[in-house]
């Protein structure tokens, strides 16, 4: 399955993300598309449009994050969100999402994701 991630860039996603999704199981399952990780050659909506689904990151708020999520929406790729727990997320996120959970630190977000994916 082809797993493209977006999030916020005010933040230390390469740690809180990157790090824990490449070495994690789900990167050999499934091919994990980071959009701020090296080069990126092809234009993100592109991308967006070719994956089977969207993953966000929505702890933090991002205007870039959020027409990620339209996109996907609007072309019919399903969007899981994921934030911190007690973070305060956008009303607007439930009117594109698939599902949504909370994690309190990257093992359980790495878990909670790879279970919610054996259902999609």
Known sequence: M??????????????????PFRTSSL???????LPHEGEVEEITRDM????????????RPSLGTGIEMGWADAF?????????????VSFSVDNVVTQRFEYENSEEMIAKLGEILKTI
């Open 2 to 19: 082809q797993i493209y991630i977006a999030h916020s860039s005010d933040f230390d996603f390469k740690n809180k993300i990157y790090e």
């Open 48 to 59: 967006i449009r070719g994956a089977d689904v969207l993953v966000a990151e929505v702890s």
């Open 27 to 33: 990167n050999t399952e499934h091919e994990i598309l």
């Open 76 to 88: 019919g790729v399903p969007v899981i969100a994921m934030s911190e727990k007690g973070a305060h």
